[in-house]
């Protein structure tokens, strides 16, 4: 029997970097996607699509610097621990 074995992230930061990497490839599909359109439409929309994709980027990297700075503080308040 075969199983399919996935990693669980261990980490909200993890789960964050994962969907940053996933944006990314989806960014860089439709832009591709965009530059081999023949039709003008169709490259607008593909490059509409991706803009879309690198807005999600970047508010999951604000997210993973809040999650690190969250870090930072619960460090200074615990000492370290």
Known sequence: MKTN?????????????????????SYDYYYRAALQAAKPATRKMLLCLAEWEKGHIEELTNHVMELKAQKEIDRAITGGL
């Open 5 to 25: 074995h996935t990693l669980e992230p261990n980490s909200m930061m993890e789960v964050l970097m994962e969907a940053i990497k996933r944006e990314q490839e």
